[in-house]
């Protein structure tokens, strides 16, 4: 299949089959995926909890709408942004590159100042949506490099953020739900993913100039 058709077969599946398992080279292709997703300044301000463990999952269904996606996937990619984003994060993450790239720390000074007057021009509040911006592309990979794979995975908005931060202990780690995604295997019932798809006409959809 062409990249083309490998998205037009992948679909937000509503019923996961729970006996189909995810293996552990197709869930580290998915974490590789997410980890190369691009970010603004590259900062990552996010961090994604993989839950497969079946009690914390049944709980965190009592708090998505009872999404049945939620208990029957494989496992859920919880997408969380962190709620401090300060100077401490950003000059760590200069660290990090300076360390990656073996450069001189001096050498990315400019680029430090660049950062850190982005997140001091910022709220806590505009800097946490920035983050759930950045999370929501790192979803978007994940979907696209699940379809990839061969593997289905259903985003999910469709939860209480607070309960959700509750049942995860997120708060206490400095972070808050941005988005999740079921990530396992179809059933062969699923009714959703055998609709057409419906998406607007490129004509209605892009705008040439
Ligand atoms: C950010 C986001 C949140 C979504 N939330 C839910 C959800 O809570 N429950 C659900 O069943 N589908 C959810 N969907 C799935 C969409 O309804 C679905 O992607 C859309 O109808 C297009 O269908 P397709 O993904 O199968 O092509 C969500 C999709 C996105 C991108």
Partial sequence: MSFIEKLQW????????PTKKITATQ????????QLAPSSYGLQSYKVIVVQDAKTKEKLRAVGYNQPQITDSAALFVFASLTTIDEAFGKKFIDLVAQTRSVERESLEGYEQVIL???????DEQKVAWSHKQAYIALGVLLSAAADLGVDAGPM?????????EV???KE?????????????RADDDKYSQMIKVRRPKEELFIHI
């Fill in 168 to 170: 995860l202990g997120l």
């Fill in 27 to 34: 869930l580290d292709s998915l974490l590789s995926a997410v």
């Fill in 157 to 165: 908005e469709g939860f209480d953020q607070e309960k959700f931060d």
């Fill in 10 to 17: 992948r679909a937000a599946v509503k019923k996961f089959d």
């Fill in 173 to 185: 780690k400095g972070l808050t739900t941005s988005v999740i995604a079921a990530v396992g295997f």
């Fill in 117 to 123: 007057g982005t997140l001091n021009s910022r709220t």
